[in-house]
């Protein structure tokens, strides 16, 4: 099993199979919350799309048996941006971890408030990928609780109020 400090491949799928990212983490730890990944500015981020480095060094919380996760960054990024996705699935020795990307996100920029992004890729890819209507069920309820508990000033929940703050000092 990967320990503290190993490196973690993060792939992101769309539901039509298409690469949407992939790089390298470290992983950081673990906590009640799920699996802390912390990714340096300037890594290398692989797509179907083009390849990009990252702007910022940021935390990413992998919950057990969520439809999400949640990046917390370093400025210049947002403070807080969830993708809802499928349920993450790691591989046996944890060393990389796969999701489809369902297109919603929850974005918190600096000093701001939580609100849904990608709305209309959502609705888009509903109809031309055929999400089935559970998984919209799922997307949409996971989506409305992610910007509820990603509240800010305390108001939220955690991994969303302070916790994510131990993990990104390591990173940041």
Known sequence: MAAAGDPVT????KYDG??????????LGEDEHGVWLGTAEGVRVRSDQGDWSN???HVMVVPRGAWWTA????????????????VPEWDEDGT?????DLDLDVVRPRGGEAYVKDEDDFAEHRVSFGYPDGLTDEARRTCAWLKEAGRRDGAGAEPFASVYRH???LVG
């Open 55 to 57: 702007r910022c060094a």
């Open 96 to 100: 990389a971890v796969r999701m489809v």
């Open 10 to 13: 993060v792939e992101v799928r």
């Open 167 to 169: 993990w990104l000092d």
């Open 18 to 27: 298409a690469l949407s990212a992939r790089w390298t983490a470290v992983r």
């Open 71 to 86: 990046t917390f960054c370093v400025d210049p990024g947002p403070e807080m941006y969830c993708d809802v996705c499928t």
